[in-house]
């Protein structure tokens, strides 16, 4: 039987009405944040190549700034930003397009998997406005892409023959895209063993998959390869430190963020969990089963429980495999209440919040206050938030955020005060606590000045307010 050609149309026209639309948001729904500025300059130090480069994230062991062995998300988020530079409008366009990809390559496979092109497509536009998803590409990161990739390599996959060359090679660039690729691990495992024993062959679709996924890691690594080896042992530390913060949290603490994450998108999750519990779906479970011991054994939060997504929706799929008239009704159900919480949550309220005090909420707006204050070129500034990395890049500072010093002890730490000791500004949104107060005195700091000290604009919607304010006060510290 002839497999399904992609389908065109469809993908184009719901990418554009979703840039089109989200567009108006892009920059102002989410207020820069941690993640966005890891990707950002993890692929800024990549770029930069071999002589010494001063990092925001910076280790305080070897004095080097920390890497990402991930290349490909980091570097794509660099390159995207180095093209709106000062706007950070870039990286968040490129993970708006990563989640309309993943929107493609799983309607693609559902009607590989042999799915009617009406409810592929609705079940891909679930996913594509799914409430679990949002802040990630609304913030920056790379999640969409890693989710393209593996549908993309299931597709691959799920044809066969030659093909299996093809999924070995989107399989390796997702591994190279985000780390928390590795959680879907076993549902290639399990599309590579069924489309194998279809085909009769192991040994030919293993050979295949394995010298396109090994080509891709060599044309990427190889231009990188002192930086993807820095990444891999940065990739130890990280995970050395999450699993400490995991244990500290205790089981029941976990269970609570994992719970909280899953409320985020209920009806995906109680229709997909039902779906896991059907004997059909049993290895399924497995591998649902193991990607959840990963989340367990690093740090239970959202945008790691976000890879749990993919098993959710594929068990989804399978209900509608049933034709009796009671599981219609439940199928069209189901769907309804995806798509209704997902437009909902995505369409309507993030974006009507996005909008609400647009202009007090541009990123933009902050670089010349931040000039006044601190001013320009290579001052060395250290900032307790990184909602100011994109106003650094553009003046040209020399920023410093911190990284393991500043897991558990933080500032009290010698190691942080030794890196601090070396800063010209020191930026503390919000006044700084006693202890931190009693640390920048003894280092040398003086009070400067309060930059936008009405701060920023909260998000609003339908007259309620909520959430952090965006941007400010800003408290400077300056060093003689």
Same mark, same amino acid.
């Given at each position: 039987?002839?497999?399904?050609?992609?389908?065109?149309?469809?993908?184009?026209?719901?990418?554009?009405?979703?840039?089109?639309?989200?567009?108006?948001?892009?920059?102002?729904?989410?207020?820069?944040?941690?993640?966005?500025?890891?990707?950002?300059?993890?692929?800024?130090?990549?770029?930069?190549g071999q002589p010494p480069v001063f990092g925001f994230h910076q280790r305080s062991d070897?004095?080097?700034?920390?890497?990402?062995?991930?290349?490909?998300?980091?570097?794509?988020?660099?390159?995207?930003?180095?093209?709106?530079?000062?706007?950070?409008?870039?990286?968040?366009?490129?993970?708006?397009?990563?989640?309309?990809?993943?929107?493609?390559?799983?309607?693609?496979?559902?009607?590989?998997?042999?799915?009617?092109?009406?409810?592929?497509?609705?079940?891909?536009?679930?996913?594509?406005?799914?409430?679990?998803?949002?802040?990630?590409?609304?913030?920056?990161?790379?999640?969409?892409?890693?989710?393209?990739?593996?549908?993309?390599?299931?597709?691959?996959?799920?044809?066969?023959?030659?093909?299996?060359?093809?999924?070995?090679?989107?399989?390796?660039?997702?591994?190279?895209?985000?780390?928390?690729?590795?959680?879907?691990?076993?549902?290639?495992?399990?599309?590579?063993?069924?489309?194998?024993?279809?085909?009769?062959?192991?040994?030919?679709?293993?050979?295949?998959?394995?010298?396109?996924?090994?080509?891709?890691?060599?044309?990427?690594?190889?231009?990188?390869?002192?930086?993807?080896?820095?990444?891999?042992?940065?990739?130890?530390?990280?995970?050395?430190?999450?699993?400490?913060?995991?244990?500290?949290?205790?089981?029941?603490?976990?269970?609570?963020?994992?719970?909280?994450?899953?409320?985020?998108?209920?009806?995906?999750?109680?229709?997909?969990?039902?779906?896991?519990?059907? @004997?059909?779906?049993?290895?399924?479970?497995?591998?649902?089963?193991?990607?959840?011991?990963?989340?367990?054994?690093?740090?239970?939060?959202?945008?790691?429980?976000?890879?749990?997504?993919?098993?959710?929706?594929?068990?989804?799929?399978?209900?509608?495999?049933?034709?009796?008239?009671?599981?219609?009704?439940?199928?069209?159900?189901?769907?309804?209440?995806?798509?209704?919480?997902?437009?909902?949550?995505?369409?309507?309220?993030?974006?009507?919040?996005?909008?609400?005090?647009?202009?007090?909420?541009?990123?933009?707006?902050?670089?010349?206050?931040?000039?006044?204050?601190?001013?320009?070129?290579?001052?060395?500034?250290?900032?307790?938030?990184?909602?100011?990395?994109?106003?650094?890049?553009?003046?040209?500072?020399?920023?410093?955020?911190?990284?393991?010093?500043?897991?558990?002890?933080?500032?009290?730490?010698? @190691?942080?005060?030794?890196?601090?000791?070396?800063?010209?500004?020191?930026?503390?949104?919000?006044?700084?606590?006693?202890?931190?107060?009693?640390?920048?005195? @003894?280092?040398?700091?003086r009070f400067v000045s309060v930059m936008l000290p009405d701060g920023g604009h909260q998000?609003?919607?339908?007259?309620?307010?909520?959430?952090?304010?965006?941007?400010?006060?800003?408290?400077?510290?300056?060093?003689?």
């Amino acid at each position: 039987m002839k497999p399904p050609v992609f389908p065109w149309r469809i993908w184009c026209a719901t990418a554009l009405l979703a840039v089109v639309f989200f567009s108006f948001t892009l920059t102002t729904a989410v207020p820069v944040w941690l993640d966005e500025s890891f990707i950002v300059e993890y692929g800024r130090v990549t770029l930069a190549g071999q002589p010494p480069v001063f990092g925001f994230h910076q280790r305080s062991d070897s004095q080097r700034p920390m890497y990402l062995y991930t290349l490909v998300g980091s570097i794509l988020q660099e390159v995207a930003y180095r093209a709106t530079a000062p706007s950070n409008a870039g990286p968040r366009a490129v993970a708006l397009l990563g989640q309309i990809a993943a929107f493609g390559w799983f309607l693609y496979y559902l009607r590989l998997r042999g799915l009617s092109t009406r409810i592929s497509t609705l079940l891909g536009l679930a996913l594509l406005i799914d409430p679990l998803c949002d802040i990630g590409w609304r913030g920056g990161r790379v999640d969409g892409w890693a989710f393209a990739f593996l549908f993309a390599s299931l597709c691959a996959i799920r044809r066969g023959g030659s093909s299996f060359f093809l999924g070995g090679i989107a399989a390796s660039a997702g591994s190279l895209c985000w780390p928390s690729f590795a959680m879907f691990s076993p549902l290639i495992v399990l599309e590579f063993l069924v489309s194998a024993r279809e085909q009769r062959s192991f040994r030919m679709p293993l050979v295949l998959f394995a010298a396109g996924s090994t080509l891709c890691a060599t044309a990427i690594i190889l231009p990188f390869r002192h930086e993807y080896m820095y990444g891999l042992a940065d990739a130890n530390l990280l995970t050395a430190l999450q699993a400490k913060l995991s244990r500290g949290d205790g089981f029941q603490e976990q269970l609570r963020f994992l719970l909280l994450s899953f409320a985020q998108t209920p009806i995906v999750v109680a229709v997909g969990l039902y779906a896991l519990a059907r @004997k059909s779906n049993r290895w399924l479970l497995a591998g649902f089963l193991v990607a959840l011991v990963f989340v367990f054994g690093t740090k239970v939060y959202r945008l790691r429980i976000l890879y749990l997504l993919p098993y959710f929706y594929l068990a989804v799929a399978s209900l509608f495999t049933e034709d009796q008239l009671h599981w219609r009704r439940i199928q069209a159900s189901a769907l309804g209440l995806m798509l209704f919480a997902g437009a909902g949550f995505t369409i309507v309220g993030t974006t009507l919040s996005g909008l609400s005090n647009r202009s007090g909420k541009d990123p933009l707006a902050v670089i010349e206050p931040a000039r006044a204050a601190v001013g320009g070129g290579p001052v060395r500034v250290y900032m307790q938030e990184p909602d100011l990395y994109f106003v650094g890049r553009a003046l040209g500072w020399r920023q410093f955020y911190c990284f393991d010093s500043c897991w558990g002890p933080g500032i009290s730490t010698q @190691k942080f005060q030794e890196l601090l000791a070396s800063m010209n500004v020191a930026i503390f949104r919000g006044e700084p606590d006693t202890v931190t107060r009693g640390v920048i005195d @003894k280092l040398g700091f003086r009070f400067v000045s309060v930059m936008l000290p009405d701060g920023g604009h909260q998000n609003t919607l339908f007259g309620w307010s909520y959430g952090p304010r965006s941007y400010g006060p800003y408290f400077i510290y300056r060093r003689p």
